[in-house]
């Protein structure tokens, strides 16, 4: 990508994935909803602004099936960073970056079903030192930037303007990826997908399969004389309720604190 | 209908409509001539909805796939064929069991068909044929004659022109019918198939069908199927056992049961509820089977279109057998060959393309039909669905029966006395033990 259009240049992150209950079977394997989604905004925002899409993904050859739905649907340029599924977050995004460098426009899906944490967008705007508009559950095409709504805590929603360069997760309702034109779906079947070698040696992630528990902690043996009494012990029941404490400090001191504290607490 | 086709601007020279068995082994054929094939899916992938009841014989794939075997996704190789008459507390099986069927070549073998028809698929890609799926073909295009130029999808931009048209889309295959090449249909002529895949661990399967390894076993059955006219089977995969029933849709429509109620009393059978008890059921699935074979199959053949398959009612069901998967798969291949005859000579008339209809009546599959055009109607009549089970299943009961102090009653007289209890004819009986004979014989 020359960075002289850099304003006009537009990316989408896509990853191919296997579906929950078909976990190994790539016939059932392909993009998440909120890819999907991504997909659809990058093209429209393309025309919308007189660019043109580049389709990345990072994983295996089997991968390229989602590059070539993305240029069956108008994606003009296709990127797969070879590599094994599995990669960590951070990983993936400075791959992506490394040859996103000049993109001024970068889509993702929010998160992936394959257990996806959503960081891949994040961990990306780091890298490419664009801004980031995560989680998005709406926009509207300004000329030359972007009013997205994200949903936060609460059931409250933040309207962001979003300005170039950036980085933008939507979630799978957003939008819905229109459907390929069977030329285009043909022609993209012998299209070219340019295959990089990653510019970082990739980690593997840590793979949380299951929902996060807490580790367990040593208690001692609870006194009492009455199996009633040890058990509320041992649980707490019927004492007031979670421990509670309230610092005012300095924004860094206060994650330090925090942190601390659920170490203290066995959640970390 | 577009009627501004150009004739001179071709997408390919072939299209084959279906990834199912039939539509696969065109593109294959037509693929490796040389000749540019686009074949059309609306599924995800080929076989991703397709369902039967599960056995498949794969011979005539020898000439495509040398050593198929080696690769083909099957579960079990059939090694013991049953064949059941049941009344509603007795049960006469003729089982026959033989290790030639369990090593190459082969004989049938149970699969299902989204790995089946996914893998031969595969082999049409290989060949070079374009496979598109979530594709649904909407329509034919002519030109200006009438003649089949291509068709038209679902997608925008979705019209594809080829040389030949080659429909292998299934049973009541709306091609067909849009080509006008069904002159009438019925539905007499259709049957409706269900089945329940149940979940149960191999080694439970191995001991009650008494078998080893990927040995499986063919069970086909007839009685049983409450009013409707009909019939059975149970066939093992590795680690499911697919119990199902074929009804006569006519008298399904006229009876008040539900084909689900059906397999339920199949399923109660006290020969059939052991074999299957414990089993949580995986899958429930049903499709239309076209079942009269020579009586209700259309013209195959029309100006750039070929038919096929299923589409062109080539599945034989004729009570102990049921086998469309093999017909659809030579039907296909033979459909395949000749629209590479007629693209070489560039005639792809429905004279050009007549060669289909000579490969189809020189082998087995015409020749099948003809032989047992009688049997599907014979098989679903409603002596042989009601009457002939009771009579025989008391037959034989009374032969094995030890009455004494009364000595044992001769054959010919208990036959008699059975057959007049069932309030069968003899003129009727012989009739249709000639029929039969003549069918099977
Ligand atoms: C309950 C039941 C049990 C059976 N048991 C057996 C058995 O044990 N052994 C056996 O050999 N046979 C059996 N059969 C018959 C067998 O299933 C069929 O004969 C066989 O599948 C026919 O193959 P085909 O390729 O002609 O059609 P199909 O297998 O029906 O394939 C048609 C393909 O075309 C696609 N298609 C349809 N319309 C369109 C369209 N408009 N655009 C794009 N694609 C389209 C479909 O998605 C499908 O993939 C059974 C059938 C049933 C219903």
Same mark, same amino acid.
């Given at each position: 990508?020359?960075?002289?259009?850099?304003?006009?240049?537009?990316?989408?992150?896509?990853?191919?994935?296997?579906?929950?209950?078909?976990?190994?079977?790539?016939?059932?394997?392909?993009?998440?909803?909120?890819?999907?989604?991504?997909?659809?905004?990058?093209?429209?925002?393309?025309?919308?602004?007189?660019?043109?899409?580049?389709?990345?993904?990072?994983?295996?050859?089997?991968?390229?099936?989602?590059?070539?739905?993305?240029?069956?649907?108008?994606?003009?340029?296709?990127?797969?960073?070879?590599?094994?599924?599995?990669?960590?977050?951070?990983?993936?995004?400075?791959?992506?970056?490394?040859?996103?460098?000049?993109?001024?426009?970068?889509?993702?899906?929010?998160?992936?079903?394959?257990?996806?944490?959503?960081?891949?967008?994040?961990?990306?705007?780091?890298?490419?030192?664009?801004?980031?508009?995560?989680?998005?559950?709406?926009?509207?095409?300004?000329?030359?930037?972007?009013?997205?709504?994200?949903?936060?805590?609460?059931?409250?929603?933040?309207?962001?303007?979003?300005?170039?360069?950036?980085?933008?997760?939507?979630?799978?309702?957003?939008?819905?990826?229109?459907?390929? =034109?069977?030329?285009?779906?043909?022609?993209?079947?012998?299209?070219?997908?340019?295959?990089?070698?990653? =510019?970082?040696?990739?980690?593997?992630?840590?793979?949380?399969?299951?929902?996060?528990?807490?580790?367990?902690?040593?208690?001692?043996?609870?006194?009492?004389?009455?199996?009633?009494?040890?058990?509320?012990?041992?649980?707490?029941?019927?004492?007031?309720?979670?421990?509670?404490?309230?610092?005012?400090?300095?924004?860094?001191?206060?994650?330090?604190?925090?942190?601390?504290?659920?170490?203290?607490?066995?959640?970390? | 209908?577009?009627?501004?086709?150009? /004739?001179?601007?071709?997408?390919?020279?072939?299209?084959?409509?279906?990834?199912?068995?039939?539509?696969?082994?065109?593109?294959?054929?037509?693929?490796?001539? *040389?000749?540019?094939?686009?074949?059309? /899916?609306?599924?995800?992938?080929?076989?991703?909805?397709?369902?039967?009841?599960?056995?498949?014989?794969?011979?005539?794939?020898?000439?495509?796939?040398?050593?198929?075997? /080696?690769?083909?996704?099957?579960?079990?190789?059939?090694?013991?064929?049953?064949?059941?008459?049941?009344?509603?507390?007795?049960?006469?099986?003729?089982?026959?069991?033989?290790?030639?069927?369990?090593?190459?070549?082969?004989?049938?073998?149970?699969?299902?068909?989204?790995?089946?028809?996914?893998?031969?698929?595969?082999?049409?890609?290989?060949?070079?044929?374009?496979?598109?799926?979530?594709?649904?073909?909407?329509?034919?295009?002519?030109?200006?004659?009438?003649?089949?130029?291509?068709?038209?999808?679902?997608?925008?931009?979705?019209?594809?022109?080829?040389?030949?048209?080659?429909?292998?889309?299934?049973?009541?295959?709306?091609?067909?019918?849009?080509? *006008?090449?069904?002159?009438?249909?019925?539905?007499?002529?259709?049957?409706?198939?269900?089945?329940?895949?149940?979940?149960?661990?191999?080694?439970?399967?191995?001991?009650?069908?008494?078998?080893?390894?990927?040995?499986?076993?063919?069970?086909?059955?007839?009685?049983?199927?409450?009013?409707?006219?009909?019939?059975?089977?149970?066939?093992?995969?590795?680690?499911?056992?697919?119990?199902?029933?074929?009804?006569?849709?006519?008298?399904?429509?006229?009876?008040?049961?539900?084909?689900?109620?059906?397999?339920?009393?199949?399923?109660?059978?006290?020969?059939?509820?052991?074999?299957?008890?414990?089993?949580?059921?995986?899958?429930?699935?049903?499709?239309?089977?076209?079942?009269?074979?020579?009586?209700?199959?259309?013209?195959?053949?029309?100006?750039?279109?070929?038919?096929?398959?299923?589409?062109?009612?080539?599945?034989?069901?004729?009570?102990?057998?049921?086998?469309?998967?093999?017909?659809?798969?030579?039907?296909?291949?033979?459909?395949?060959?000749?629209?590479?005859?007629?693209?070489?000579?560039?005639?792809?008339?429905?004279?050009?393309?007549?060669?289909?209809?000579?490969?189809?009546?020189?082998?087995?599959?015409?020749?099948?039909?003809?032989?047992?055009?009688?049997?599907?109607?014979?098989?679903?009549?409603?002596?042989?669905?009601?009457?002939?089970?009771?009579?025989?299943?008391?037959?034989?009961?009374?032969?094995?029966?030890?009455?004494?102090?009364?000595?044992?009653?001769?054959?010919?007289?208990?036959?008699?006395? /059975?057959?007049?209890?069932?309030?069968?004819?003899?003129?009727?009986?012989?009739?249709?033990?000639?029929?039969?004979?003549?069918?099977?014989?």
């Amino acid at each position: 990508m020359s960075s002289a259009n850099r304003t006009t240049e537009v990316v989408v992150c896509l990853k191919w994935v296997f579906q929950a209950d078909e976990p190994s079977d790539a016939r059932f394997a392909g993009m998440s909803p909120a890819d999907h989604a991504a997909l659809e905004l990058a093209l429209q925002w393309a025309t919308h602004i007189g660019g043109q899409v580049t389709a990345i993904t990072v994983g295996p050859a089997q991968a390229d099936a989602v590059l070539r739905e993305a240029l069956a649907c108008g994606a003009t340029r296709a990127v797969r960073i070879d590599t094994a599924n599995g990669v960590s977050s951070a990983d993936v995004a400075s791959a992506i970056a490394s040859v996103a460098r000049h993109a001024a426009w970068v889509w993702c899906g929010d998160y992936s079903i394959d257990n996806g944490s959503g960081s891949v967008p994040g961990y990306l705007a780091a890298a490419l030192q664009a801004s980031q508009a995560l989680g998005v559950l709406g926009v509207t095409f300004e000329s030359g930037s972007i009013v997205a709504t994200r949903r936060v805590d609460g059931g409250r929603r933040e309207v962001l303007d979003v300005q170039a360069p950036a980085v933008i997760s939507v979630e799978g309702a957003t939008a819905r990826l229109r459907r390929a =034109s069977l030329t285009a779906m043909r022609a993209a079947a012998s299209a070219p997908i340019e295959v990089v070698a990653p =510019s970082i040696v990739m980690r593997t992630s840590e793979h949380i399969a299951h929902t996060y528990r807490p580790r367990a902690r040593a208690l001692a043996s609870p006194t009492g004389a009455e199996a009633l009494d040890r058990v509320r012990s041992l649980t707490a029941a019927g004492t007031s309720s979670a421990a509670h404490e309230v610092e005012t400090l300095e924004p860094a001191d206060a994650a330090a604190r925090i942190v601390q504290t659920l170490r203290e607490w066995g959640y970390l | 209908m577009n009627e501004n086709v150009n /004739e001179n601007v071709n997408d390919c020279d072939v299209i084959v409509v279906g990834g199912g068995p039939a539509g696969s082994c065109a593109a294959i054929v037509a693929a490796r001539a *040389g000749l540019s094939v686009v074949l059309l /899916e609306r599924g995800p992938f080929p076989g991703s909805k397709n369902m039967y009841g599960g056995v498949v014989y794969p011979r005539i794939l020898d000439e495509l796939i040398p050593n198929w075997w /080696e690769e083909a996704p099957i579960q079990r190789w059939v090694t013991r064929r049953s064949t059941m008459l049941l009344t509603d507390t007795q049960a006469l099986t003729v089982d026959f069991r033989t290790e030639a069927w369990g090593k190459a070549p082969y004989n049938g073998a149970t699969a299902y068909r989204p790995d089946f028809d996914h893998w031969l698929a595969s082999h049409a890609e290989a060949a070079g044929a374009q496979l598109l799926t979530s594709t649904t073909v909407t329509g034919l295009l002519r030109d200006d004659k009438g003649v089949v130029v291509g068709v038209t999808t679902d997608r925008p931009d979705g019209d594809l022109r080829a040389r030949v048209v080659i429909a292998c889309d299934g049973v009541n295959s709306f091609l067909a019918k849009q080509a *006008g090449l069904y002159t009438h249909t019925d539905v007499k002529h259709f049957t409706l198939g269900v089945k329940e895949t149940l979940a149960l661990p191999k080694e439970v399967i191995d001991e009650r069908f008494g078998v080893r390894g990927r040995e499986g076993v063919d069970i086909e059955i007839i009685g049983c199927t409450g009013g409707v006219n009909g019939g059975g089977f149970v066939y093992t995969n590795l680690d499911t056992v697919a119990v199902g029933v074929v009804l006569k849709i006519a008298k399904l429509a006229g009876q008040a049961l539900r084909p689900e109620q059906i397999i339920a009393t199949l399923k109660a059978h006290p020969a059939i509820a052991p074999l299957i008890e414990g089993g949580e059921v995986k899958e429930y699935s049903a499709h239309v089977i076209p079942e009269a074979g020579l009586a209700m199959m259309p013209k195959m053949i029309s100006d750039g279109m070929l038919v096929a398959g299923d589409a062109a009612a080539l599945c034989l069901a004729a009570g102990i057998w049921l086998e469309g998967v093999n017909f659809a798969m030579a039907s296909g291949m033979y459909a395949g060959e000749a629209a590479v005859e007629a693209v070489r000579a560039g005639d792809v008339s429905a004279q050009g393309l007549r060669g289909y209809q000579r490969r189809l009546s020189d082998t087995f599959v015409l020749q099948d039909h003809r032989k047992l055009r009688r049997a599907p109607e014979l098989v679903l009549s409603d002596r042989v669905q009601h009457l002939y089970p009771q009579m025989v299943a008391n037959v034989v009961e009374r032969m094995f029966r030890i009455d004494n102090p009364q000595p044992k009653p001769g054959l010919r007289r208990i036959l008699k006395q /059975e057959r007049k209890r069932a309030g069968i004819r003899r003129r009727d009986l012989i009739r249709d033990g000639l029929t039969g004979f003549r069918s099977y014989g």
